[in-house]
């Protein structure tokens, strides 16, 4: 059973940055799709970051691109999302998803569809 641990999230003013973690423990961390997801109220889950552990390529959300960066620590099989240049829209609960047994060529999805582990979350919010 993969378990998920988020950290980091807060409130911050807008241009401002945060840094937000993920313990990942259960699996394996060296072929696994991880990565996360946000969710507004009112607004349907959307992914955000992800990267393939395996191949280290990552894939961004168009409107966090250049703002964003996923990073990982393979010996503390931690994620972390480095958000910087923050905006009110930006403001949401922050998910760590996972889905595991994914070989370094798989190409990891956006999509929430893709991950069936998933963290209790971390609230970011931004002010303008």
């Known amino acids: 059973q993969v378990q998920l641990v988020e950290s980091g999230g807060g409130s911050v003013q807008a241009g401002g940055s945060l840094r937000l973690s993920c313990k990942v423990s259960?699996?394996?961390?060296?072929?696994?799709?991880v990565g996360w997801f946000r969710q507004a109220p009112g607004k349907e889950r959307e992914g955000v970051a992800l990267?393939?552990?395996?191949?280290?390529?990552?894939i961004y959300v168009d409107s966090v691109r250049g703002r964003f960066t996923i990073s990982q620590d393979n010996a503390k099989a931690t994620l972390y999302l480095q958000m910087n240049s923050l905006k009110p829209e930006d403001s949401a609960m922050y998910y760590c998803?996972?889905?595991?047994?994914?070989?370094?060529?798989?190409?990891?999805?956006?999509?929430?569809?893709?991950?069936?582990?998933w963290g209790q979350g971390t609230q970011v919010t931004v002010s303008s």
């Open positions: 998803a996972a889905e595991p047994g994914r070989p370094p060529s798989y190409p990891c999805t956006l999509s929430v569809t893709g991950y069936n582990y």
């Open positions: 259960g699996s394996s961390y060296s072929s696994v799709c």
């Open positions: 990267i393939n552990t395996g191949s280290l390529s990552p």
